[in-house]
């Protein structure tokens, strides 16, 4: 079966320190991956977005990058965090021809 | 701008009743639709997809989508308790099937 994996839970984080947040898809193969933020009480917002390794696009410009170093692999890093990076961060996937994505349990990151 | 809009509530409703959420969207190129129901501190989990005009059913839920209105609406009868939650829609478009989502209803049902 499908799973998806995005680590760590909670992260505290001080300002102009740098992010890392690894989520793994397992059970599948070349799924598009999607990164989310959801800002307390809003909506989710697209980050990123892709379709292949290697393959990023960006929809909203920011201080935050992501990439895919394998099939079934994304992170989304930074180099230096804002207090307006704090939120909660979503991986999801959906294979193709799939409808509707899985997310990720999420990543609340704090910035202090 | 692709948007989609949706009246955050709360929405109450009691125990066994209908409880019926609404959302419109811009983008007239989605091509499908989505509910997703969050509670609090989790993530979100689909409840139902829609991409015809019409109605879809699936137990307790009704998906409702009328594209030339660009209006797509979820029905939960019966409500219960365990129902309580934030409600999401969303709408697919692009290459990517990129989902755009309003920003949410929350749904008190009570008991």
């Known amino acids: 079966s499908q799973t998806i994996h995005q680590w760590p839970a909670t992260l505290v984080q001080p300002v102009g320190s740098p992010l890392s947040l690894e989520c793994t898809v397992e059970?599948?193969?070349?799924?598009?991956l999607y990164w989310y933020r959801q800002a307390a009480g809003r909506g989710l917002q697209l980050l990123f977005y892709?379709?292949?390794?290697?393959?990023i696009s960006s929809e909203v410009p920011q201080n935050l990058s992501a990439s895919r170093p394998q099939d079934r692999q994304f992170i989304l890093s930074s180099k230096k965090l804002l207090l307006s990076d704090s939120g909660f961060y979503l991986c999801?996937?959906?294979?193709?021809?799939?409808?509707?994505?899985?997310f990720g349990s999420g990543t609340r990151l704090t910035v202090v | 701008q692709k948007e989609v809009e949706q009246n955050s509530g709360p929405l109450s409703v009691p125990e066994g009743a209908i409880a019926s959420l609404n959302c419109t969207y811009s983008?007239?190129?989605?091509?499908?639709f989505f509910w997703y129901r969050q509670y609090s501190g989790k993530s979100p989990e689909l409840i139902m997809f829609?991409?015809?005009?019409g109605d879809k059913e699936d137990g307790r839920f009704t998906a409702q989508l009328n594209k030339a209105s660009q209006y797509v609406s979820l029905l939960i009868r019966d409500s219960q308790p365990s129902d309580s939650a934030t409600y999401l829609c969303?709408?697919?478009?692009?290459?990517?099937?990129?989902?755009?989502f309003g920003s949410g209803t929350q749904l008190t049902v009570l008991p």
């Open positions: 999801a996937w959906i294979s193709a021809g799939g409808y509707g994505y899985t």
């Open positions: 059970g599948t193969s070349n799924p598009n």
């Open positions: 892709s379709i292949g390794i290697d393959q």
């Open positions: 983008d007239r190129g989605s091509q499908s």
């Open positions: 829609i991409y015809s005009n």
């Open positions: 969303a709408a697919a478009s692009g290459s990517a099937r990129q989902l755009t």
